[in-house]
């Protein structure tokens, strides 16, 4: 008979300490303090630039504004994510929530798409109307968004390469700091030449470099939505370093796919005619998986026999 041996048979629930491989399943929880400032820093900044707006009657700023409080909306749900990826698991959710990392990413991800739709449709109109810009003062307060918003991106510049999560949110302060700096500049420029068009111009050059970076976003959170193998895993490698284990003649059925933007799950067969191995096997697979591919939930199954498998995986 086949062997079904949980890789993680102590419970999820202590499982996740070492899940990921390096650490990787703690980056959420110890981004709360740069969620909770990073949403307070924006939320007064929205406060100051759209009083600044109503007083010089600034149609920019006041636009920037509410672009600022979508970046309060981005926090949030990234924050979300990674909160409801520490529910414990229960009967009907077995892996708990980790999965709201990947919803949250793909959120922001369509957030972007949406912010990026405005500041065109918006540029758009200027071309059209251009509304006269107070250079200066326009210049003074976007510069205080730069500041706001490259501060709130440093908070998270650490946890972008291992959590898409946390790259989501990184990408929405990075852009709204791109698109602050933008305002900056246009308005010197007006502020010295007299030209309306500048600030238009300004705006589409930005917008088309945030939606290159957006779009490598989307595509990856989708994938993961999908349940594709992550980027960071190689599939050969690990189909490889499973056929070469001692006494495992074939690896077949290897599934991959992300449990959370952080932490990574395997089943696989292994085709061990000599007979079972034992516990003490199989604990050793799960640490070479987790240790060499960050792979922290791995279930195998052990096969003795040659019947468990189709003619085609056989072959």
């Known amino acids: 008979m086949a062997h079904d041996h949980h890789a993680h048979g102590h419970g999820h629930g202590q499982g996740h ?24 820093l924006n939320i007064a900044f929205v406060l100051v630039e759209g009083g600044a707006g109503l007083w010089t009657g600034s149609v920019a700023l006041l636009a920037d504004a509410g672009h600022n409080l979508s970046d309060v909306l981005g926090l949030a749900v990234a924050w979300g994510g990674a909160a409801l990826a520490r ?4 009967k009907r959710f ?33 071309f059209a109307d251009p509304a006269p810009v107070a ?57 010295k030449t007299g030209l309306g068009w500048i600030d238009p111009v300004v705006s589409i ?26 980027r960071a895993v190689d599939y050969d490698a690990v189909d490889a370093a499973l056929a070469a284990l001692p006494g495992v003649t074939r690896a077949h059925h290897i599934h991959i796919w992300p449990m959370s933007t952080t932490e990574t799950v395997l089943t696989a067969h292994l085709a061990m005619p000599a007979g079972h191995p ?3 096997f199989l604990d050793s697979v799960q640490a070479m998986l987790r240790d060499r591919f960050a ?21």
């Open 278 to 280: 034992g516990d003490a």
């Open 135 to 191: 250079g200066l003062t326009v210049s003074a307060v976007a510069a205080i968004g730069i500041a706001v918003n490259a501060i709130t991106a440093m908070l998270f510049a650490s946890g972008r390469k291992g959590d898409v999560n946390i790259r989501g949110a990184y990408l929405h302060m990075v852009s709204d700091a791109a698109v602050s700096a933008g305002v900056v500049v246009a308005g010197l420029l007006i502020w």
């Open 205 to 230: 050059v930005i917008a088309v470099l945030i939606f290159w970076q957006t779009w490598g976003l989307l595509r990856e959170t989708v994938e993961m939505a999908l349940g594709a193998v992550p």
């Open 17 to 40: 300490t070492h899940a990921g491989g390096h650490g990787h399943a703690h980056a959420p929880a110890s981004f709360g303090r740069a969620f909770a400032i990073g949403i307070a």
């Open 295 to 315: 792979i922290g939930h791995a279930t195998l199954q052990v096969e003795v026999g040659s019947q468990h498998c189709d003619p085609q995986t056989c072959a």
């Open 87 to 90: 529910s414990a698991p229960s």
């Open 94 to 126: 077995t892996y708990g929530l980790k999965g709201s990392t990947i919803l949250a990413a793909l959120l922001n991800a369509l957030l972007l798409l949406v912010a990026l739709g405005a500041i065109l449709l918006e540029a758009i109109q200027r």
